[in-house]
């Protein structure tokens, strides 16, 4: 049986680099598949989501995913059009999902909320970001591209940049890098450094260092991952406008970086990447999101499948 086979997904942590790399080939595999063998990896299965928090990539690139391989979807997309309105308990939500669906997709403002919706769902659950706490498939998608994109992970000089307090993306995607030999550089404002309370666990797998100024790094790195300051989750909007804006990757700093190096972001920007490095050669976000789909379908099909694909 395939070692994914009807499994939950809730941390980045519950994953080998060993069981990292089999998706990554999975991936590759359903990247090279023809549209009408693609087709056949989940015909007749029904993804359902529910979206407690907003998102563009992370819903559409799972409805993209499962319609590429042939399944469905259904969900909630506005939680104020449901019953939740009324009442409903995230553990009834839930419930009610997983008899309308094979495999569930959550997002919440909650940390441990997928750990709990797995505990009353009878089918696999997704964690598409629980709180301030992870995102897995958004860094199992970050590893894949940095993979495709610079050929290898190990070696590499990464640098980190943003709202490393808030960020989920960025604590799935330290521990995703725990598995790799790679030089890590945190690059934040004070305030927002990487969560006191994660740093030790981070650190038994990983080195990195950190520091407020991006100039020290840049010229070093052979990928930037550039994160949003998460407006959203500050508790007081004066400590929010004074950091905003900190950091700002524009045609200027990009002159500074390796010919041969890239620009990651986990998307959705504001203004910390200026839309004219978007058509550089460096700017690899968009390929990113777009990676994003396949990883997406390749989890779905190695979940839903006993044999895998
Ligand atoms: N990267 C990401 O999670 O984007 P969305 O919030 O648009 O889903």
Redesign the pocket.
Known sequence: MNEFYQKDIISIKDYTKEQLEKIFTSTDKIMQLSSSQRQEICKGKTLGYLFYE??????LSFDSAIASIGGNSLGISNISSSSTQKGESLADTVKMMSIYSDILVLRHTLDGSSRFASEISDKPVIN??SGTEE?PT?AIQDLFTIKKEKKQIDGLKIGIVGDLKYGR?VYSLLHGLGNYDVDVRLISPESLRIRSDSTYEIKKNLDFTESTELEDHIDELDVLYVTRIQKERFPDEEEYLKVKGSYVVGLDMLKKMKDDSIILH???RIDEISTDVDKTKNAKYFQQAEYGKHTRAALLGLILNENGF
């Open positions: 907003p998102s563009t990539r992370t819903r598409a970001g995102h958004q993306t986990p998307l959705p």
